[in-house]
C-alpha cells in the first residue's frame, strides 16, 4: 500500500483538536494532520528534523524566531531541535508533516 | 531561512515540463515540482525513500504496481527502490516531493 489510505486509518489526538493519521517507512514518518479551528500545537521542538505543508485551510507558524502565516502550498523545513509552534486559522485546517528519521512516538 | 522562498528559487527541469525547486537541511530534502499539462515523469527508481502530496492539480501516479489518480491532499510514501512514474493530468499541476536521505543531485 504506497498510497496513504487516511481515510481508513486511526487517528490519534496530539492536542486538543489535534489529530494525526500517521504513515512510515524506514528512514521517513508522515503525518496527516487535522487542526480544529483556532487548534494550538504549543511550542515544542524534538530532534527530528521536520518539512511539510498545508493542505487546505491556514496555519501560523512559528519556527524559531521566524512566524508565517501559512496557505496550501507553503512549504517549511525545521532541523532537528529547533523549536516551533502553530496555530490554525478559523477554520478546518490539514497539514502534512513527515519527519526523519521515523518518529516512534507516531507509530501507532 | 525555514520557510521555503519557492518565488525566488531557481527551478531545474527534470524532464520535459517537469520543474523542480529544492530546499533541504541534514536528512530530508524537498522539492516542490510544477508540471505542466500531461507532462511526464517516466519510471525510475532511486535507492532514495519519497513521499509527498498533489498541491494543486491531478497527477496519475503508478508505484510499483498500484496507480492512483492522485488530486491535491493526497498523500503517498515510496520506498527505497520501488519504480514509480508520475504523468500530470490536463491541467497546471504541482506536487510537494520529500526525500530521505538527501537526493544530492538536487541539491543545485
Known sequence: MYFCDVENRES???APGV???TFWQEKMLLS???LSPNAVVPMHSHPHEQCG???FGEVTFTIGDETKVCKPGDTYII???VAHEAIAG???TQVLDVFS???EALKY
Open 19 to 21: 489529530h494525526a493519521k
Open 53 to 55: 505543508t498545508v493542505i
Open 90 to 92: 478559523d477554520m478546518p
Open 32 to 34: 496527516v494532520v487535522d
Open 12 to 14: 490519534k489526538e496530539l
Open 101 to 103: 528519521p521515523v518518529r
Open 79 to 81: 532541523p532537528g531541535g
